[in-house]
């Protein structure tokens, strides 16, 4: 397991040590950690946001640690740092501070970078960390994760959410495939995808999430490659869960949650209180045919993988939760705001 970090040098200090750390999936002792570099933010963070937001990834032969304006750090399995790469600095809507995570794809890493100045998307070869292709966005800031959906032809996608339209890009050049606009402010929804069809939302100051196919191209808005498309009640922070072919999704960063079939948009049940569950940050998952649900209090909510609603457990942690747990084999792992958690059977 790995998890990032940002601690201040000394006590007080404005300059923070940006860590990665190692963790034994087995037993949760610390195998090793790195700094990756030590550095005093140029600008400031929301209150619930922190300098090591991004979530790292693996291809099981090296990690890559993203602290967004500090950089981008490729290390072995084993904490060897083999390259790092700046991408300069950031310029946040209202410095609520930066969050999205890199995608790693076969030999590529794919590397968000919306925001307030010169927006980009930018692929590295991850072996190297040299540049693949760096496209322009007409996008501010969105805290989306891109996806790499992979065709039947073959090639594959990076799909990509934003405020002035959903995208997607061809993975080997970078060139834009198609777009739709409908999104609202300052998305950060990531997207899901299944069975050549994927879902993009955004729940910030107005509502929107549409149903997609990959097969378009150009401007796909009124056409008949949007499947379908609601407009009240979609996610902001959270990200949808798409499982079994329906679609799981809160309202807004509330606990009210919508599950509909994903094919055709039609609901199963809409905007239903989730006891335990009322302000989420983390996204639903899916695992063991059940649907966990966490509430930023830490609260967790166990309801069942179906088109029906039923609940089957709550569990409380203990303390803050907003990232989205792991399902891993028959374990949980959850970060929580003082520890890290592995729920399971051993």
Known sequence: MFVTTAVPVAPGSRELDFRLLCFDRLTGEQRWERSAIKAVPHE??????????????????????????????????????????DFGDMQTRNEFGEGSSPTLAGDRIVIPWDHEGPSRL?????????????????????????????????????????????????????????????????????????????????????????????????????????????SRDTPDIASPLLHAGRLWYYKEKTGLLTCVDAASGRPHYERQRIPGVSRTYASPVAAGGHIYLTDRSGAITVIKDGPELSVVAANDMGEGVDATPAPVGRQLFIRGERHLFCVGIR
């Open 122 to 230: 930018i692929c590295l070869d991850a072996l190297s960390g040299e540049t693949i292709w760096d496209v322009p966005r007409d996008e501010p800031t969105c805290w989306a994760t891109p996806l790499v959906v992979a065709m039947a032809d073959g090639s594959q996608q990076v799909v990509m959410n934003g405020q002035m339209a959903a995208r997607s890009y061809d993975l080997m050049s970078g060139r834009e495939l198609w777009r739709c606009g409908g999104q609202t402010t300052r998305p950060a929804a990531s997207a899901v995808a299944a069975a050549g069809l994927v879902f993009i939302g955004s729940g910030f100051r107005g509502a929107f999430l549409g149903c997609f196919d990959l097969t378009g191209s150009a401007n796909i808005e009124g056409t008949s490659h949007v499947h379908w498309t609601v």
């Open 44 to 85: 400031g963070t929301h209150s619930t946001n922190g300098y090591a937001s991004a979530s790292p990834c693996t291809d099981g032969r090296h990690v890559y640690a993203h602290f967004g304006s500090r950089g981008l750090f490729c290390f072995t399995m084993d904490g060897v740092a083999k390259w790092s790469r």
